[in-house]
């Protein structure tokens, strides 16, 4: 196998974009670092899928039958672990290409995890919350057999929430007969959750901002940022950034953008969305065209919302110094060709939203333990982590003149290529 597309394998995982975009990457880094071919073999498959009809009666009395999928990609260096999904897009290459992200980054952080997703593909938005709470509970159901605290470790991500892990979280303490938090992360508070958790994959983004304004000799008070998403990751990784002194000036979601110049009052516009209203309709900005969103002029220039944003249409438009990819897979393999001829600092994903998988990993840790830890450990041990990453791979770039993007693959490749090596082939 190379990196040539005409040699790219025959996907059982669809012809999904997403799913040729990592083993694309995948390739190029088995290029890079000159892997055995016979490990590429094994990490360019996911280890295992599951495919569920997830059926549930709707409000009006009617049976749908949503698709959910879980992939479980690497189960070398410990359970897998990834977030589930709920959005109309969701398929099994895309699951399959969110799995193999996460076992990179889980190297890259060293966490004793490998990686996986899950999905259903649906409109979260449309649903109510007593039918996404039946959805939630009968594709636990259908999964039981391959999650666990040991196996399998699901967490929240697109479309899901604190609630949606408590449900799960249920529906798998029933069917085992005890409460197990353990079976996932990013849970309320109250059921075993960790504090810091919901706010941890912006927070980690915004470590590596600092750093790398750091590097580009810009000060926060002097930096400008739009972020595109508004979610969980987009909205603490604008309040995060405000805390610091960063101006932004553009925000957007699925419904629309909105833009301020002279720069967006974040707490003011949380609350708007917190009580119900569209983003677009906040009165302290104007509405912009959302496509014209990620080519605003600004220091940081942050994709929080869906895969394939930045692509070899718009890459060449961009006019920010720092790219912090806060979403999974923002930016095409096409669109980074592009971009390697500027002087653009790119923020990875596998190390750039890292901070979420990370307090992940503390929440799973104290719940194992039943010991738990304040808020002030959990940030300090996460900035301590994303730091320590966020130098390994900037060092590895600079002295080998690689892309941080490969520079990142590279150190999470290698570290589950080393492991498989060791641990040999069964049988
Ligand atoms: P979320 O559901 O909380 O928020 C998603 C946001 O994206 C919403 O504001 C939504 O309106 C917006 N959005 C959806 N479609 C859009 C479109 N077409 N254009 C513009 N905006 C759009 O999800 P999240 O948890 O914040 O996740 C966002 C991204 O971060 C995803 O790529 C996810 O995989 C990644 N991520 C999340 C976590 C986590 O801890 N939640 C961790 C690592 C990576």
Sequence with gaps: MDANHKNLPKPVYGESPTYQMAVLQLLSVAEHIHLDQNILERLSKPKRAMIAAVPIRMDDGKTHTFIGYRVQHSLTSGPSKGGLRYHPSVDLGEVA???????WKCAIMNLPFGGAKGG????????????????????????????????????????????????????????????CPEIVTGKPIELGGCVG?????????????????????????????????????????????????????????????????????????????GDGKLLKEFPGAREIDPDDLLTI???????????????????GKLKCRILAEAANGPTTPEADEILKATDLFIIPDVLCNAGGVTVSYFEWVQDMQQFFWDEAQVNQKLEQLMLKAFHQVRSLAKEKKIPMR??????????????????????
């Design 97 to 103: 290409a969110l799995a193999m992200w996460m076992t």
């Design 120 to 179: 259903i593909a649906c409109d979260p938005d449309k649903l109510s919350i007593g039918e996404k709470e039946r959805l939630t509970r009968r594709f636990t159901e259908e999964i039981l057999p391959i999650i666990g605290p040991r196996m399998d470790v699901p967490a929240p991500d697109l479309g899901t929430d604190e609630q949606t892990m408590a449900w799960l979280m249920d529906t798998y303490s029933m069917s085992v007969g005890y409460a």
């Design 297 to 315: 002029s600004c220091t940081v220039l942050v994709p929080a919302a869906l895969e394939r944003q930045i692509t070899e249409t718009n890459a």
């Design 406 to 427: 490969l520079a990142a693959m590279s150190l999470g490749v290698q570290k589950v290529a080393k492991e498989k090596k060791r641990r040999g082939l069964y049988p």
């Design 197 to 273: 958790r919901r706010e941890a994959t912006g927070r980690g983004v915004v470590y590596c901002i600092m750093q790398a304004l750091q590097e580009i000799g810009i000060s926060p008070a002097n930096a400008t940022a739009v972020v595109q998403g508004f979610g969980n990751v987009g909205s603490v990784t604008c309040q995060e950034l405000a805390l610091r002194g960063v101006k932004i000036v553009a925000v957007g979601d699925r419904y629309g953008a909105i833009a301020n110049a002279a720069g967006i009052d974040v707490p003011a516009l949380l609350k708007h969305v």
